[in-house]
Nanobody, 118 residues
């Protein structure tokens, strides 16, 4: 099972940008569809974006299309989430996920807080 560690969260003003990183352990990283999810208190975890094993295919939630970009570097065992034009409603704990399928994943990171002030 792959271990995931997120970084890059923080406090940013509306309209600003952040880049999240997720470092994965293990040799099987490059085989997995990777993803980002987010969760706010009292709500279920929601899908944000996924990227296929080779980066050739990406999917996004409608709420982040055109503002967020998911990418990966298999040589570094890392997946990224570039977040631009951030809105207060993007405030959440963001989770990295490995082997994403049908809205769930085999492995999850511990989460990183993103707070967008208005």
């Amino acid at each position: 099972q792959v271990q995931l560690v997120e970084s890059g969260g923080g406090l940013v003003q509306a309209g600003g940008s952040l880049r999240l990183s997720c470092a994965a352990s293990g040799r099987t990283f490059s085989r997995y569809t990777m993803g980002w999810f987010r969760q706010t208190p009292g709500k279920e975890r929601e899908f944000v974006a996924t990227i296929s094993w080779n980066g050739g295919s990406t999917t996004y939630a409608d709420s982040v299309k055109g503002r967020f970009t998911i990418s990966r570097d298999n040589a570094k065992n890392t997946v990224y989430l570039q977040m631009n034009s951030l809105k207060p409603e993007d405030t959440a704990v963001y989770y990295c996920a490995a082997d994403v399928k049908d809205g769930t994943a085999r492995s999850w990171g511990q989460g990183t807080q993103v707070t967008v002030s208005s």
